[in-house]
Protein backbone atom coordinates (compact mmCIF):
# COMPACT_ATOMS: atom_id res chain seq x y z
CA UNK A 1 0.00 0.00 0.00
CA UNK A 2 1.07 3.40 -0.99
CA UNK A 3 2.14 5.63 2.04
CA UNK A 4 1.34 9.65 1.80
CA UNK A 5 5.41 10.09 1.55
CA UNK A 6 5.53 7.80 -1.47
CA UNK A 7 3.18 8.74 -3.13
CA UNK A 8 4.05 12.47 -2.83
CA UNK A 9 7.13 11.24 -4.66
CA UNK A 10 6.08 10.00 -7.27
CA UNK A 11 3.80 12.73 -8.28
CA UNK A 12 5.08 15.25 -11.02
CA UNK A 13 5.19 19.00 -10.07
CA UNK A 14 2.88 20.12 -12.65
CA UNK A 15 -0.15 18.45 -10.64
CA UNK A 16 1.01 20.06 -7.30
CA UNK A 17 -1.78 22.47 -6.64
CA UNK A 18 -1.25 26.54 -5.87
CA UNK A 19 -1.72 27.44 -1.50
CA UNK A 20 -5.55 28.26 -2.06
CA UNK A 21 -6.56 24.95 -3.55
CA UNK A 22 -6.47 21.71 -2.29
CA UNK A 23 -4.62 18.82 -4.01
CA UNK A 24 -6.36 14.88 -3.12
CA UNK A 25 -6.06 11.39 -4.72
CA UNK A 26 -8.77 10.56 -6.47
CA UNK A 27 -9.96 6.89 -6.82
CA UNK A 28 -13.13 5.16 -7.35
CA UNK A 29 -14.24 1.29 -7.79
CA UNK A 30 -15.68 0.22 -10.92
CA UNK A 31 -19.23 0.56 -10.71
CA UNK A 32 -19.90 2.28 -7.75
CA UNK A 33 -22.38 4.89 -7.68
CA UNK A 34 -22.72 8.79 -6.50
CA UNK A 35 -19.01 9.67 -8.07
CA UNK A 36 -17.77 12.92 -6.24
CA UNK A 37 -15.62 13.80 -9.61
CA UNK A 38 -17.40 16.84 -9.86
CA UNK A 39 -16.46 18.25 -6.59
CA UNK A 40 -13.11 19.00 -8.17
CA UNK A 41 -10.74 19.34 -11.55
CA UNK A 42 -9.84 15.88 -12.41
CA UNK A 43 -5.95 15.33 -13.43
CA UNK A 44 -3.98 12.35 -14.68
CA UNK A 45 -1.14 11.91 -12.91
CA UNK A 46 0.04 8.90 -14.26
CA UNK A 47 -0.33 6.98 -11.30
CA UNK A 48 -2.63 3.50 -12.94
CA UNK A 49 -6.13 4.02 -10.84
CA UNK A 50 -5.06 6.52 -8.84
CA UNK A 51 -5.47 10.00 -10.44
CA UNK A 52 -5.32 13.56 -8.87
CA UNK A 53 -7.91 16.04 -8.22
CA UNK A 54 -7.95 19.85 -7.53
CA UNK A 55 -10.80 20.51 -4.70
CA UNK A 56 -13.49 23.32 -6.34
CA UNK A 57 -15.33 23.63 -3.05
CA UNK A 58 -13.56 22.71 0.17
CA UNK A 59 -10.16 22.41 1.27
CA UNK A 60 -10.80 18.93 2.42
CA UNK A 61 -9.90 15.38 0.94
CA UNK A 62 -11.93 12.36 2.11
CA UNK A 63 -11.13 8.46 2.12
CA UNK A 64 -13.61 5.65 2.29
CA UNK A 65 -12.38 1.63 2.81
CA UNK A 66 -14.58 -1.17 3.38
CA UNK A 67 -12.68 -3.87 6.04
CA UNK A 68 -13.91 -7.21 5.83
CA UNK A 69 -12.51 -10.29 7.27
CA UNK A 70 -9.15 -10.39 4.87
CA UNK A 71 -8.49 -7.07 3.99
CA UNK A 72 -9.50 -3.52 3.57
CA UNK A 73 -10.19 -2.16 0.14
CA UNK A 74 -10.24 1.17 -1.05
CA UNK A 75 -14.09 2.63 -2.27
CA UNK A 76 -13.26 5.59 -3.16
CA UNK A 77 -10.92 8.83 -2.81
CA UNK A 78 -11.52 12.60 -3.36
CA UNK A 79 -12.55 16.05 -2.40
CA UNK A 80 -15.05 16.69 -0.05
CA UNK A 81 -17.66 19.23 -0.74
CA UNK A 82 -17.43 21.33 1.85
CA UNK A 83 -14.94 22.29 5.22
CA UNK A 84 -16.42 20.54 7.75
CA UNK A 85 -15.40 19.12 11.49
CA UNK A 86 -12.63 17.08 10.92
CA UNK A 87 -11.50 18.23 7.82
CA UNK A 88 -8.76 20.69 9.95
CA UNK A 89 -6.58 16.92 10.79
CA UNK A 90 -3.65 17.03 8.66
CA UNK A 91 -3.81 12.86 8.37
CA UNK A 92 -6.34 10.58 7.89
CA UNK A 93 -8.28 8.73 10.74
CA UNK A 94 -10.51 6.32 9.63
CA UNK A 95 -13.84 6.21 12.13
CA UNK A 96 -16.58 3.53 11.31
CA UNK A 97 -19.81 4.75 9.55
CA UNK A 98 -21.78 2.05 7.94
CA UNK A 99 -22.31 -1.80 8.05
CA UNK A 100 -23.29 -2.97 4.56
CA UNK A 101 -23.08 -6.58 5.80
CA UNK A 102 -22.65 -8.53 9.00
CA UNK A 103 -18.65 -9.23 7.91
CA UNK A 104 -18.26 -5.82 6.83
CA UNK A 105 -17.45 -2.12 7.76
CA UNK A 106 -17.17 1.01 5.81
CA UNK A 107 -14.56 3.37 7.45
CA UNK A 108 -14.21 6.63 6.24
CA UNK A 109 -12.05 10.01 7.05
CA UNK A 110 -11.42 13.71 6.43
CA UNK A 111 -8.17 15.50 6.32
CA UNK A 112 -6.75 19.00 5.03
CA UNK A 113 -3.47 18.48 3.92
CA UNK A 114 -2.87 17.60 0.59
CA UNK A 115 -2.87 13.87 -0.38
CA UNK A 116 -3.56 13.06 2.82
CA UNK A 117 -6.31 10.84 1.65
CA UNK A 118 -3.99 8.47 0.00
CA UNK A 119 -3.59 6.57 3.36
CA UNK A 120 -5.24 6.04 6.83
CA UNK A 121 -2.57 6.56 9.40
CA UNK A 122 -4.42 3.59 11.67
CA UNK A 123 -7.80 0.92 11.85
CA UNK A 124 -9.53 1.28 15.13
CA UNK A 125 -7.94 -1.97 17.06
CA UNK A 126 -9.05 -5.41 17.92
CA UNK A 127 -12.63 -5.83 19.48
CA UNK A 128 -13.34 -1.73 19.29
CA UNK A 129 -16.96 -0.70 18.62
CA UNK A 130 -17.82 -0.53 14.52
CA UNK A 131 -14.93 -2.83 13.85
CA UNK A 132 -14.99 -6.79 12.90
CA UNK A 133 -11.83 -7.63 14.71
CA UNK A 134 -8.90 -7.61 12.33
CA UNK A 135 -5.79 -5.03 12.81
CA UNK A 136 -2.97 -4.75 10.33
CA UNK A 137 -5.28 -4.79 6.83
CA UNK A 138 -3.40 -3.87 3.99
CA UNK A 139 -5.26 -1.42 1.37
CA UNK A 140 -5.60 -2.57 -1.93
CA UNK A 141 -6.82 -0.26 -4.55
CA UNK A 142 -9.90 -1.09 -6.85
CA UNK A 143 -9.35 -4.96 -5.84
CA UNK A 144 -12.78 -6.38 -5.74
CA UNK A 145 -14.90 -3.81 -6.53
CA UNK A 146 -18.33 -3.68 -4.57
CA UNK A 147 -21.36 -1.47 -5.90
CA UNK A 148 -23.79 -0.70 -3.07
CA UNK A 149 -27.14 -0.23 -3.82
CA UNK A 150 -28.87 3.24 -2.50
CA UNK A 151 -31.80 0.97 -1.36
CA UNK A 152 -31.98 -0.62 2.19
CA UNK A 153 -29.92 -0.80 4.72
CA UNK A 154 -26.69 1.78 5.12
CA UNK A 155 -24.62 1.59 2.37
CA UNK A 156 -21.72 2.74 0.07
CA UNK A 157 -24.09 4.90 -2.12
CA UNK A 158 -25.93 6.15 0.56
CA UNK A 159 -22.96 7.45 3.06
CA UNK A 160 -21.32 8.89 0.26
CA UNK A 161 -24.45 10.88 -0.31
CA UNK A 162 -24.40 11.89 3.22
CA UNK A 163 -20.89 12.78 3.08
CA UNK A 164 -20.92 14.91 0.31
CA UNK A 165 -24.02 15.88 -0.82
CA UNK A 166 -23.44 19.30 -0.84
CA UNK A 167 -26.42 21.86 1.32
CA UNK A 168 -28.70 23.45 -1.31
CA UNK A 169 -27.85 26.56 0.62
CA UNK A 170 -24.89 27.82 2.83
CA UNK A 171 -25.94 30.63 5.02
CA UNK A 172 -22.57 31.62 5.52
CA UNK A 173 -20.08 32.75 3.12
CA UNK A 174 -22.87 33.73 0.18
CA UNK A 175 -23.69 31.26 -2.70
CA UNK A 176 -21.51 27.93 -3.66
CA UNK A 177 -18.54 28.75 -5.77
CA UNK A 178 -19.26 28.49 -9.38
CA UNK A 179 -17.33 24.85 -11.84
CA UNK A 180 -14.64 27.04 -14.16
CA UNK A 181 -16.83 25.38 -16.73
CA UNK A 182 -20.29 26.72 -15.88
CA UNK A 183 -18.86 30.29 -14.31
CA UNK A 184 -19.48 32.33 -17.91
CA UNK A 185 -23.41 30.83 -18.23
CA UNK A 186 -26.46 33.07 -16.42
CA UNK A 187 -28.67 30.06 -15.48
CA UNK A 188 -30.43 31.45 -13.54
CA UNK A 189 -32.08 34.60 -15.54
CA UNK A 190 -34.80 33.04 -16.39
CA UNK A 191 -35.92 31.63 -13.19
CA UNK A 192 -38.02 33.75 -10.91
CA UNK A 193 -37.51 33.70 -6.97
CA UNK A 194 -40.77 32.57 -5.63
CA UNK A 195 -40.53 34.45 -2.19
CA UNK A 196 -43.72 32.73 -0.79
CA UNK A 197 -42.08 29.40 -1.13
CA UNK A 198 -41.55 28.25 2.07
CA UNK A 199 -39.16 24.81 2.94
CA UNK A 200 -40.05 22.87 6.16
CA UNK A 201 -37.86 19.44 6.02
CA UNK A 202 -35.86 17.20 4.05
CA UNK A 203 -38.31 14.39 2.66
CA UNK A 204 -35.75 12.61 0.30
CA UNK A 205 -31.65 13.24 -0.50
CA UNK A 206 -30.48 12.27 -3.67
CA UNK A 207 -27.34 12.44 -5.78
CA UNK A 208 -27.90 15.27 -7.88
CA UNK A 209 -30.52 17.04 -5.52
CA UNK A 210 -32.56 17.38 -1.99
CA UNK A 211 -36.49 16.78 -2.24
CA UNK A 212 -37.79 19.35 0.16
CA UNK A 213 -41.65 18.99 1.63
CA UNK A 214 -42.80 22.77 1.34
CA UNK A 215 -45.56 25.26 0.87
CA UNK A 216 -46.00 27.71 -1.71
CA UNK A 217 -49.20 29.88 -1.70
CA UNK A 218 -50.44 28.26 1.11
CA UNK A 219 -50.63 24.89 -0.47
CA UNK A 220 -48.38 21.63 0.37
CA UNK A 221 -45.31 21.08 -2.32
CA UNK A 222 -42.51 18.82 -2.96
CA UNK A 223 -39.49 21.18 -3.84
CA UNK A 224 -35.97 19.51 -5.86
CA UNK A 225 -33.31 21.67 -4.58
CA UNK A 226 -30.09 21.51 -6.98
CA UNK A 227 -26.87 22.72 -6.19
CA UNK A 228 -24.81 24.47 -8.25
CA UNK A 229 -22.51 21.61 -9.39
CA UNK A 230 -25.96 19.92 -11.35
CA UNK A 231 -27.50 23.22 -12.76
CA UNK A 232 -27.28 20.29 -15.95
CA UNK A 233 -29.09 17.68 -14.17
CA UNK A 234 -31.90 20.48 -13.32
CA UNK A 235 -32.10 21.59 -16.98
CA UNK A 236 -32.34 18.10 -18.54
CA UNK A 237 -35.01 16.56 -15.46
CA UNK A 238 -36.96 20.69 -16.35
CA UNK A 239 -36.95 20.03 -20.26
CA UNK A 240 -38.83 16.74 -20.01
CA UNK A 241 -41.36 18.33 -16.89
CA UNK A 242 -42.19 21.05 -19.53
CA UNK A 243 -43.17 18.53 -22.88
CA UNK A 244 -46.17 19.77 -23.58
CA UNK A 245 -48.74 17.45 -23.33
CA UNK A 246 -46.85 15.85 -20.34
CA UNK A 247 -49.94 16.04 -17.76
CA UNK A 248 -51.27 12.59 -16.48
CA UNK A 249 -52.87 11.69 -13.12
CA UNK A 250 -50.46 9.08 -12.55
CA UNK A 251 -47.16 10.62 -13.36
CA UNK A 252 -45.97 13.32 -10.79
CA UNK A 253 -47.32 16.99 -11.35
CA UNK A 254 -44.59 20.09 -12.09
CA UNK A 255 -45.52 23.18 -10.85
CA UNK A 256 -42.94 26.02 -11.92
CA UNK A 257 -38.70 26.05 -11.82
CA UNK A 258 -37.47 28.61 -9.76
CA UNK A 259 -34.09 29.57 -8.18
CA UNK A 260 -34.01 29.67 -4.11
CA UNK A 261 -33.17 28.10 -1.13
CA UNK A 262 -33.70 26.87 2.38
CA UNK A 263 -31.52 29.58 3.25
CA UNK A 264 -31.61 33.14 3.35
CA UNK A 265 -29.32 33.43 0.20
CA UNK A 266 -31.12 32.44 -3.29
CA UNK A 267 -28.70 30.14 -4.59
CA UNK A 268 -29.65 27.13 -6.42
CA UNK A 269 -32.24 26.32 -9.05
CA UNK A 270 -35.61 24.42 -7.95
CA UNK A 271 -37.84 22.52 -9.17
CA UNK A 272 -41.63 22.86 -7.73
CA UNK A 273 -43.71 19.70 -7.84
CA UNK A 274 -46.52 18.02 -6.63
CA UNK A 275 -46.50 16.68 -3.03
CA UNK A 276 -48.06 13.48 -2.19
CA UNK A 277 -48.24 13.19 1.38
CA UNK A 278 -48.83 9.21 1.73
CA UNK A 279 -45.13 8.96 0.72
CA UNK A 280 -43.36 6.14 -1.83
CA UNK A 281 -44.40 3.35 -2.58
CA UNK A 282 -41.51 1.45 -0.65
CA UNK A 283 -42.74 3.43 2.53
CA UNK A 284 -46.28 2.53 1.96
CA UNK A 285 -45.88 -1.13 1.61
CA UNK A 286 -43.47 -1.31 4.84
CA UNK A 287 -46.17 0.26 6.88
CA UNK A 288 -49.37 -1.17 4.72
CA UNK A 289 -50.71 -4.28 3.63
CA UNK A 290 -53.80 -4.03 0.98
CA UNK A 291 -56.79 -5.58 0.01
CA UNK A 292 -56.94 -7.08 -3.90
CA UNK A 293 -59.01 -3.92 -5.06
CA UNK A 294 -56.75 -1.68 -3.34
CA UNK A 295 -53.33 -3.74 -5.14
CA UNK A 296 -54.72 -3.29 -8.02
CA UNK A 297 -55.17 0.07 -8.28
CA UNK A 298 -51.91 0.69 -7.33
CA UNK A 299 -50.66 -1.38 -10.04
CA UNK A 300 -53.35 -0.71 -12.51
CA UNK A 301 -52.13 3.04 -12.33
CA UNK A 302 -48.91 2.58 -11.73
CA UNK A 303 -48.99 0.66 -15.87
CA UNK A 304 -50.98 3.25 -17.07
CA UNK A 305 -48.33 5.93 -15.78
CA UNK A 306 -45.74 4.18 -17.53
CA UNK A 307 -47.89 3.34 -20.46
CA UNK A 308 -48.46 7.31 -20.80
CA UNK A 309 -44.43 7.71 -20.69
CA UNK A 310 -43.79 5.49 -23.41
CA UNK A 311 -46.52 6.37 -25.82
CA UNK A 312 -45.41 8.72 -28.86
CA UNK A 313 -48.51 10.69 -29.29
CA UNK A 314 -50.58 14.04 -30.86
CA UNK A 315 -52.95 15.34 -28.59
CA UNK A 316 -54.96 18.92 -28.97
CA UNK A 317 -52.23 20.04 -31.46
CA UNK A 318 -49.23 19.27 -29.06
CA UNK A 319 -46.72 16.62 -29.69
CA UNK A 320 -45.77 14.48 -26.67
CA UNK A 321 -42.61 12.15 -27.27
CA UNK A 322 -42.13 8.49 -25.74
CA UNK A 323 -40.07 9.24 -23.01
CA UNK A 324 -38.29 6.20 -20.91
CA UNK A 325 -37.98 7.17 -17.38
CA UNK A 326 -34.82 4.63 -16.70
CA UNK A 327 -34.89 4.46 -12.44
CA UNK A 328 -38.37 2.90 -11.87
CA UNK A 329 -38.08 1.65 -8.21
CA UNK A 330 -40.60 1.85 -5.15
CA UNK A 331 -38.43 4.93 -3.95
CA UNK A 332 -39.26 7.44 -7.29
CA UNK A 333 -43.29 6.18 -6.66
CA UNK A 334 -45.60 7.94 -4.70
CA UNK A 335 -48.68 7.08 -3.43
CA UNK A 336 -51.76 9.56 -4.31
CA UNK A 337 -54.51 10.58 -1.81
CA UNK A 338 -56.83 8.03 -3.27
CA UNK A 339 -53.74 4.96 -2.72
CA UNK A 340 -53.03 4.71 -6.67
CA UNK A 341 -49.72 5.55 -7.84
CA UNK A 342 -47.62 8.48 -9.76
CA UNK A 343 -44.52 8.18 -11.06
CA UNK A 344 -41.79 10.84 -10.25
CA UNK A 345 -38.26 11.62 -10.48
CA UNK A 346 -36.97 12.05 -14.27
CA UNK A 347 -33.87 12.85 -13.87
CA UNK A 348 -32.58 10.20 -16.00
CA UNK A 349 -35.66 10.32 -18.07
CA UNK A 350 -34.76 10.28 -21.66
CA UNK A 351 -36.89 11.56 -24.96
CA UNK A 352 -36.89 8.03 -26.85
CA UNK A 353 -36.45 9.11 -30.93
CA UNK A 354 -40.03 8.62 -32.97
CA UNK A 355 -41.31 9.99 -36.14
CA UNK A 356 -42.74 13.08 -35.07
CA UNK A 357 -39.91 13.72 -33.12
CA UNK A 358 -39.08 18.02 -32.96
CA UNK A 359 -35.34 18.69 -33.24
CA UNK A 360 -35.99 21.20 -29.85
CA UNK A 361 -35.68 17.80 -27.71
CA UNK A 362 -31.75 16.68 -29.19
CA UNK A 363 -29.96 18.46 -25.91
CA UNK A 364 -32.09 15.56 -23.79
CA UNK A 365 -30.68 12.87 -26.21
CA UNK A 366 -28.01 10.24 -24.52
CA UNK A 367 -24.09 11.32 -26.28
CA UNK A 368 -23.49 8.08 -26.92
CA UNK A 369 -23.87 4.36 -25.88
CA UNK A 370 -22.23 5.03 -22.49
CA UNK A 371 -25.36 7.31 -21.89
CA UNK A 372 -28.13 4.88 -23.19
CA UNK A 373 -26.45 2.34 -20.52
CA UNK A 374 -26.67 4.38 -17.87
CA UNK A 375 -29.96 3.47 -15.56
CA UNK A 376 -30.86 4.49 -11.86
CA UNK A 377 -31.31 2.03 -8.90
CA UNK A 378 -29.44 -1.45 -9.67
CA UNK A 379 -31.33 -3.81 -8.32
CA UNK A 380 -34.07 -2.78 -10.53
CA UNK A 381 -31.63 -2.91 -13.56
CA UNK A 382 -32.76 -5.22 -16.34
CA UNK A 383 -30.33 -7.83 -17.04
CA UNK A 384 -29.44 -6.62 -20.38
CA UNK A 385 -28.65 -3.83 -18.77
CA UNK A 386 -26.02 -5.61 -15.95
CA UNK A 387 -24.79 -7.62 -18.54
CA UNK A 388 -23.93 -4.44 -21.13
CA UNK A 389 -26.47 -6.09 -24.20
CA UNK A 390 -28.88 -3.48 -24.67
CA UNK A 391 -29.89 -3.76 -28.28
CA UNK A 392 -27.95 -0.19 -29.25
CA UNK A 393 -29.42 -0.01 -32.76
CA UNK A 394 -33.18 0.47 -31.50
CA UNK A 395 -31.90 2.35 -27.84
CA UNK A 396 -35.59 3.64 -27.91
CA UNK A 397 -37.35 0.16 -28.11
CA UNK A 398 -34.60 -1.05 -25.82
CA UNK A 399 -35.19 1.40 -23.14
CA UNK A 400 -38.86 0.25 -23.01
CA UNK A 401 -37.83 -2.85 -22.91
CA UNK A 402 -35.95 -2.18 -19.54
CA UNK A 403 -38.54 -0.16 -18.05
CA UNK A 404 -41.55 -2.89 -18.22
CA UNK A 405 -38.62 -5.37 -16.35
CA UNK A 406 -38.51 -2.86 -13.80
CA UNK A 407 -42.22 -2.60 -13.64
CA UNK A 408 -42.83 -5.98 -13.04
CA UNK A 409 -40.47 -5.90 -10.17
CA UNK A 410 -43.00 -3.40 -8.65
CA UNK A 411 -45.65 -5.08 -9.22
CA UNK A 412 -44.31 -8.36 -7.40
CA UNK A 413 -43.78 -5.53 -4.80
CA UNK A 414 -47.38 -4.46 -4.99
CA UNK A 415 -48.90 -7.82 -4.61
CA UNK A 416 -46.20 -9.26 -1.44
CA UNK A 417 -48.70 -7.17 0.72
CA UNK A 418 -51.69 -7.76 -0.74
CA UNK A 419 -53.73 -9.61 2.44
CA UNK A 420 -56.44 -11.66 -0.29
CA UNK A 421 -53.16 -13.45 -2.20
CA UNK A 422 -52.48 -15.17 1.30
CA UNK A 423 -54.65 -17.78 2.85
CA UNK A 424 -54.07 -16.52 6.18
CA UNK A 425 -54.76 -12.68 5.15
CA UNK A 426 -51.31 -12.03 6.62
CA UNK A 427 -48.93 -10.97 4.25
CA UNK A 428 -45.10 -11.51 5.68
CA UNK A 429 -43.54 -7.94 6.15
CA UNK A 430 -42.26 -6.26 3.05
CA UNK A 431 -39.08 -6.67 0.82
CA UNK A 432 -37.89 -5.60 -1.56
CA UNK A 433 -37.23 -6.99 -4.92
CA UNK A 434 -34.64 -9.78 -4.58
CA UNK A 435 -34.01 -8.84 -0.91
CA UNK A 436 -35.10 -12.81 -0.10
CA UNK A 437 -32.57 -13.74 -1.98
CA UNK A 438 -29.75 -11.54 -1.91
CA UNK A 439 -30.21 -9.08 1.07
CA UNK A 440 -30.77 -5.34 1.61
CA UNK A 441 -27.84 -4.38 -0.45
CA UNK A 442 -26.34 -6.78 -3.33
CA UNK A 443 -23.56 -6.51 -5.35
CA UNK A 444 -23.17 -5.85 -8.91
CA UNK A 445 -21.66 -9.32 -9.20
CA UNK A 446 -24.53 -10.59 -6.64
CA UNK A 447 -27.51 -9.25 -9.30
CA UNK A 448 -25.87 -10.27 -12.18
CA UNK A 449 -25.22 -14.34 -11.01
CA UNK A 450 -29.13 -14.02 -10.21
CA UNK A 451 -30.76 -12.17 -12.92
CA UNK A 452 -28.76 -13.00 -15.71
CA UNK A 453 -26.65 -16.08 -14.99
CA UNK A 454 -29.38 -18.09 -12.99
CA UNK A 455 -32.31 -16.04 -14.72
CA UNK A 456 -33.51 -16.54 -11.48
CA UNK A 457 -36.64 -13.73 -10.65
CA UNK A 458 -38.42 -12.64 -6.98
CA UNK A 459 -41.04 -15.92 -5.48
CA UNK A 460 -44.57 -16.05 -6.84
CA UNK A 461 -46.73 -18.28 -3.88
CA UNK A 462 -48.18 -20.43 -5.50
CA UNK A 463 -51.42 -18.73 -3.22
CA UNK A 464 -51.23 -15.91 -5.78
CA UNK A 465 -52.79 -17.99 -8.78
CA UNK A 466 -55.70 -19.24 -6.59
CA UNK A 467 -57.35 -15.63 -5.98
CA UNK A 468 -58.42 -14.31 -9.23
CA UNK A 469 -60.63 -16.07 -11.81
CA UNK A 470 -58.40 -16.45 -14.39
CA UNK A 471 -55.91 -18.76 -12.62
CA UNK A 472 -52.09 -18.39 -13.07
CA UNK A 473 -52.95 -14.90 -14.63
CA UNK A 474 -50.79 -12.72 -12.03
CA UNK A 475 -47.98 -15.10 -12.54
CA UNK A 476 -48.25 -15.28 -16.37
CA UNK A 477 -48.33 -11.19 -16.51
CA UNK A 478 -44.89 -10.82 -14.35
CA UNK A 479 -43.01 -13.65 -16.19
CA UNK A 480 -44.22 -11.93 -19.49
CA UNK A 481 -42.84 -8.47 -17.82
CA UNK A 482 -39.76 -10.01 -16.54
CA UNK A 483 -38.40 -12.68 -19.13
CA UNK A 484 -35.03 -12.67 -19.72
CA UNK A 485 -35.24 -12.33 -23.72
CA UNK A 486 -36.25 -8.40 -23.98
CA UNK A 487 -37.94 -9.09 -27.17
CA UNK A 488 -40.27 -11.15 -25.30
CA UNK A 489 -41.72 -8.80 -22.92
CA UNK A 490 -44.73 -7.03 -22.67
CA UNK A 491 -45.10 -3.45 -23.69
CA UNK A 492 -46.52 -1.25 -20.90
CA UNK A 493 -49.99 -0.47 -22.91
CA UNK A 494 -50.54 -4.42 -22.75
CA UNK A 495 -49.61 -4.68 -18.51
CA UNK A 496 -52.39 -2.35 -18.28
CA UNK A 497 -54.98 -4.35 -20.28
CA UNK A 498 -54.14 -7.55 -18.59
CA UNK A 499 -54.26 -5.38 -14.93
CA UNK A 500 -57.68 -4.27 -16.56
CA UNK A 501 -58.69 -8.12 -17.48
CA UNK A 502 -57.80 -8.80 -13.80
CA UNK A 503 -59.52 -6.39 -12.30
CA UNK A 504 -62.63 -7.16 -14.70
CA UNK A 505 -63.26 -10.46 -14.31
CA UNK A 506 -66.14 -10.85 -16.69
CA UNK A 507 -64.14 -9.33 -19.39
CA UNK A 508 -60.70 -11.30 -18.91
CA UNK A 509 -59.70 -13.99 -21.26
CA UNK A 510 -61.78 -17.49 -21.16
CA UNK A 511 -60.51 -20.68 -19.34
CA UNK A 512 -58.12 -23.29 -21.49
CA UNK A 513 -60.57 -25.50 -22.30
CA UNK A 514 -60.67 -28.16 -19.56
CA UNK A 515 -59.46 -25.85 -16.70
CA UNK A 516 -61.68 -25.84 -13.50
CA UNK A 517 -62.01 -22.20 -12.19
CA UNK A 518 -60.57 -24.13 -8.88
CA UNK A 519 -56.84 -23.63 -8.04
CA UNK A 520 -55.67 -27.19 -9.12
CA UNK A 521 -52.21 -27.88 -10.26
CA UNK A 522 -53.14 -29.35 -13.77
CA UNK A 523 -55.41 -26.24 -14.33
CA UNK A 524 -52.34 -24.01 -13.37
CA UNK A 525 -50.08 -26.13 -15.78
CA UNK A 526 -52.58 -25.85 -18.67
CA UNK A 527 -52.72 -22.59 -18.61
CA UNK A 528 -49.33 -21.47 -18.21
CA UNK A 529 -48.62 -24.11 -21.57
CA UNK A 530 -51.23 -21.93 -23.46
CA UNK A 531 -49.74 -19.16 -26.03
CA UNK A 532 -48.73 -15.95 -25.33
CA UNK A 533 -50.28 -12.78 -26.03
CA UNK A 534 -48.18 -12.09 -28.63
CA UNK A 535 -50.32 -9.27 -30.22
CA UNK A 536 -49.06 -7.57 -27.09
CA UNK A 537 -45.61 -8.41 -27.20
CA UNK A 538 -42.58 -5.74 -28.55
CA UNK A 539 -41.87 -7.99 -31.41
CA UNK A 540 -45.36 -7.42 -32.96
CA UNK A 541 -46.52 -4.34 -34.47
CA UNK A 542 -49.34 -2.77 -32.28
CA UNK A 543 -52.53 -0.34 -32.41
CA UNK A 544 -53.95 1.87 -29.91
CA UNK A 545 -56.26 -0.08 -27.92
CA UNK A 546 -59.76 1.55 -28.39
CA UNK A 547 -60.59 2.48 -25.15
CA UNK A 548 -59.50 2.86 -21.62
CA UNK A 549 -60.84 0.69 -18.60
CA UNK A 550 -60.88 1.79 -14.98
CA UNK A 551 -62.12 -0.43 -12.60
CA UNK A 552 -64.90 0.28 -9.97
CA UNK A 553 -62.81 0.40 -6.57
CA UNK A 554 -63.98 -0.41 -3.08
CA UNK A 555 -62.50 1.38 0.08
CA UNK A 556 -59.12 0.48 1.28
Not at 8 to 28: G, H, M, N, Y
Not at 115 to 126: E, T, V, W
Request: aromatic share 8%.
Amino acid sequence: MLGVLGLWALLPTAVQAPPSRRTCVFFEAPGVRGSTQNLGKLLDAGLGPLRVIHCLYSHCCFGIWNLTQDQAQVEMQGCRDSDEPGCESPRCDPSPRAHPRPSSTLFTCSCGADFCNANYSHLPPLGSPGTPGLEGPQAIPGSHPRCWSQVGSPCLGTLTLRLFSRKACRVRGGPEPVPESDSGRDWSAELPELPELRFSQVIREGGHAVVWAGQLQGKLVAVKAFPLRAVAQFQAERALYELPGLQHDHIVRFITASRGSPGPLPCGPLLVLELHPKGSLCHYLTQHTSDWGSSLRMALSLAQGLAFLHEERWQDGQYKPGIAHRDLSSQNVLIRDDGSCAIGDLGLALVLPGLAQPPTWAPSQPRGPAAIMEAGTQRYMAPELLDKTLDLQDWGTALRRADVYSLALLLWEIMSRCRDLRPDSRPPPFRLAYEAELGSAPTTCELWTLAVEERRRPHVPSTWCCFTTDPGGLRELLEDCWDADPEARLTAECVQKRLAALAFPEEAHPFPEGCAQDCSPCCLEDHLSTPPLSACHFMVQQGPFSRNPQPTWTSV
